[in-house]
């Protein structure tokens, strides 16, 4: 009896082990909880206008960080950001450039960086922490760009506003200041999605690739019954109900999700320059970025993935107040500083 009741506790524990390890952890759960109290709506059940209004996971986290007495905020600090346009494949487009302070008075590293939003929502403001840490942490200039949205845009505009914007900055990186032979890419989400189809066109057509490929949660398949989606399908900030969404928007008929620009895990890759892929547990995506890591590596990509436990979609620029973001931050960092030393 008595090791029947010792058999039963330890299995209790292993079991509550198990329901913890797959929820948000304690300084995740501070933003998800404030972006509850935001009272933002679903965005699967709003039009886009409307959800072009909602409250967003960087609301929240600045508002914790503003109550915070323990948020850092000195790496966000830059020696200049500029708005600028950059070519678009339909005309120009803006852009924010940020210069991290430097002694080096040689042109800078430049990693050109696409944020996230499904193709349909956000902007540079909402992801403005990203850019902001890297460039101080890198000392790279940084160059987000402003790429067309849907449904107002659909698919491929938002990839050949991205490739567009990485031939304008290679072609012009001396009039920022920068190296036009070392030049990287970055995104977050759909970002990240569209940071790797850039290294892709770039290779197709002969450009010069993206030193580096830094891919946050990426954007990389069309199916939605993996091991993630089946777990994380109901998560916060992002759900499946909203992937479904972003891709009503943006594509243009259902069959475009096996496209190789959106099912990236299918996609050629041969060729292309180093890669870091980082996910995130309690995120739909998380099965599809890892996914993309080893379909790389089978193709001959050097690439590290890392996954980090108990934090969402959206966690990698809340460094001010997650320590798993400050990890992956400088993860990130360290890998495309690497790249830099050609």
Known sequence: MKKLLVLLFALTLETAHAVQSTMPNEEMNKVLKELDKKGGKPIENLSVDEARLQPTPTDAARTVMANSKDATTNFLELAEVK?????????????????????????????VYYHGGGFVIADNDVYDATPRALANKTKAIFVAVE???????????????????????????????????????????????????????????????????LLIYPVAG??????????????????????????????????????PRINLVAADLKGLKPATIITAQVDPLKSEGEELAKHMKKQGVAVRYKNYEGVTHEFFGMAPILRDARSAQDLASSRLKSSFKL
Do not use: C
């Open 222 to 259: 069309s199916n939605m019954e993996t091991a993630s989606y089946k777990k994380y399908g109901d998560a916060k900030p992002l759900s499946k109900p909203m992937m479904v969404w972003f891709m009503d928007n943006y594509l243009n008929t259902p069959a475009e999700k096996n496209d």
């Open 83 to 111: 708005e600028i346009t950059v070519d678009g494949g339909a005309g120009l487009i803006p852009a924010r450039v940020y210069k991290p302070y430097s002694k080096d008075k040689k042109p800078l590293p430049i990693v």
């Open 147 to 213: 790429y067309r949205k849907a449904p107002e845009s659909k698919f491929p505009a938002a990839h050949d506003d991205a490739f567009a914007a990485y031939k304008w900055v290679v072609n012009n990186a001396a009039s920022l200041g920068g190296d036009p032979k070392r030049v990287a890419v970055a995104g977050e989400s759909a970002g990240g999605n569209l940071a790797l189809n850039v290294a892709v066109r770039a290779r197709d057509e002969k450009f010069q690739l993206p030193i580096h490929e």
